[in-house]
């Protein structure tokens, strides 16, 4: 086992835990077929991606992203720090490329070399860290080429199917401006450490990307079953952001 220490930026024991669970990864394509999550961000990718052109999938997993855009004729690259994950994903989308490495550092990938980017399923939510995840959208920003488009899918801290102590619990560590505020621990479905998942407001995720330089172009609240929500019943928003073809003034 990997010593504490040696633990890439962004990744704790539970995260590591779930990215090498061989009963996770054996399962994970029939759970993305089954979600209704999963159909609502292709769908959100189709009306915000305008082809041909090289997409990249930030945390691809077994490769469903590249999977439904290179048979569209995209140029699709995977990143995903689980090999266990590339592996099948190599297997699933022969036409695209993967690669293994940390979203938080993603130094093998050139500036400005993608028309699009996709950062799905709470991906961002699962890296430790306000600062490493204020990296991983930096690192979209980067690669991505002037007008390029990067979709953000995040969850929701106020989900009412939290529960509502955890809600509230949430509502005043948001209000107290607690470093703790929109961490959510829960079991590890696939054994060893409990897994933390950082939940957004949607102010928060707005105001990431634009601290990385993105402007905001469109907004969708999604419930649980993946259809338009509001209030409580948000489970997340899916969310375009735009790289704007002139760098912006100096302040």
Known sequence: MIPEWQLPPGVDRGLWNYLHANEMVAGYDEQMRESPLARADIAFCERSFTPPGRLLDLGCGTGRLCAHFAAKGFDCVGVDLSEEMLAKARTNVPPASFLQANLVELTELPDQSFDSAACLFSTLGMVRGAGNRAKVMANAFRVLKPGGRFVLHVHNRFFGGLGWKRVAGQRLRTLLGRA???????????????????????????????????????????????????????????????RPLTPAAPA
């Open 180 to 242: 703790r505020a929109g961490e959510i621990t829960m079991p590890q479905a696939y054994g060893g450490a409990p897994l933390t998942l950082h939940h957004f407001t949607h102010a928060g995720a707005v105001g990431g990307l634009e601290a990385a330089g993105f402007i905001v172009r469109e907004s969708s609240a999604i419930g649980l079953d993946g259809r338009a929500a509001r209030g409580a019943r948000v489970y997340g928003w899916l969310l375009l952001a735009e």
